[in-house]
């Protein structure tokens, strides 16, 4: 079993609607957990991070946390095209290090 | 521009050269991070460093060999690579190995020929 799983997509949406990105993480004990944006040729972008269960809202982002089913989740309202990108969910797993899914990638239509 | 700077942004080496990658932080960070990135595979944690000192080496192959002088520099040291070593390779820090986010460099790209 990966550690962190991500759907790899493609995910298209059309501009202006809401853009669901999920995630599960294998190890029980992860207490940190963070999403990052990647343009094609770019480095990774942290765009949110979630500690505790429940949601967390930042602009148009919503960081989504559930411990129990292992599970979080990304929520992008009001999607633009210039949102297209892989999104990267990581974990830091007990021991510390950073654990990354292999990325959703998101294609937001004009 | 996130406070973390690697050098060279691209480099192309042959199987028989040395070669290393730079990475310096002037976020006042205390762990650095090297990732491999290629194509269509998730980001692989390398190396982690804490306070200078290696606390992760996740099975790296000894031609990579890592280098960590203080808690603001990092660098890669590249000897007799392979082809299928090119990939794009992030230096990253953060304030400390748990629970704390982590702030990544441009990346280096680097084709073995």
């Known amino acids: 079993q990966k550690e962190v799983e991500q759907n790899s997509g493609p995910l298209s949406v059309p501009e202006g609607a809401i853009a669901s990105l999920n995630c599960t993480y294998s190890?029980?004990?992860?207490?940190?957990f963070f999403w990052y944006r990647q343009y094609s040729g770019k480095s990774p972008e942290l765009i949110m991070f979630?500690?505790?269960?429940g949601d967390k809202e930042d602009g148009r982002f919503t960081a989504q946390l559930n411990k129990a089913s292992q599970y979080v989740s990304l929520l992008i309202r009001d999607s633009q095209p210039s949102d297209s990108a892989t999104y990267l969910c990581?974990?830091?797993?007990?021991?510390?290090?950073?654990?990354f899914g292999q990325g959703t990638e998101l294609s937001v239509k004009p | 521009e996130t406070g973390v700077t690697q050098t060279p942004r691209h480099l192309v080496m042959g199987m028989t050269n040395k070669k290393s990658l730079k990475c310096e932080q002037h976020?006042?960070?205390?762990?650095m991070y090297w990732y491999k990135q290629s194509a269509k595979k998730p980001l692989e944690l390398m190396f982690v460093y804490n306070f200078k000192e290696q606390t992760e080496n996740n099975s790296v192959p000894s031609r990579f060999s890592p280098e960590c002088p203080n808690s603001s520099h990092l660098f890669l040291h590249l000897h007799t690579l392979q082809p299928e070593d090119s990939a794009l390779y992030l230096c990253?820090?953060?304030?400390?190995?748990?629970?704390?986010?982590?702030?990544f460099g441009q990346g280096t790209r680097l084709t073995v020929v």
């Open positions: 979630i500690y505790s269960n």
């Open positions: 190890d029980r004990g992860s207490q940190s």
């Open positions: 976020l006042g960070h205390n762990a």
């Open positions: 990253a820090s953060s304030r400390g190995v748990s629970y704390t986010e982590a702030f």
């Open positions: 990581a974990v830091n797993v007990p021991g510390g290090k950073l654990i």
